[in-house]
């Protein structure tokens, strides 16, 4: 059973930085690809990075030069990195299966809120 738990949002400025950890638990680790979403109030939840288990990245093109995401997996934690952040990151964060994030993955997120 995969338990997944986000942590590090809160409020922070436009143009601040914030980094947002996901602790994995269950099947390995190493071999899962992650990624992370993102809801935002009245939206469907959406794609924002992804990390393959072999170190290959994506990113959605709103956070492309922003955003980094990546791996440690002897922690099993992914992260990540959020720079030059924008009103219209905030947001509910998740981490998820990547590219299909599995509906009994979903965790209680970490709220993001950026202020204008």
């Known amino acids: 059973q995969v338990q997944l738990v986000e942590s590090g949002g809160g409020l922070v400025q436009a143009g601040g930085s914030l980094r947002l950890s996901c602790v994995y638990s269950?099947?390995?680790?190493?071999?899962?690809?992650m990624g992370w979403f993102r809801q935002a109030p009245g939206k469907e939840r959406e794609f924002v990075a992804g990390i393959r288990w072999s170190g290959g990245t994506y990113y959605a093109d709103s956070v492309k030069g922003r955003f980094t995401i990546s791996r440690d997996n002897a922690k099993n934690t992914v992260y990540l990195q959020m720079n030059s952040l924008k009103p219209e990151d905030t947001g509910v964060y998740y981490c998820?299966?990547?590219?299909?994030?599995?509906?009994?993955?979903w965790g209680q997120g970490t709220q993001v809120t950026v202020s204008s």
């Open positions: 998820n299966a990547y590219p299909r994030p599995s509906y009994a993955y």
């Open positions: 269950g099947r390995t680790f190493s071999s899962s690809d």
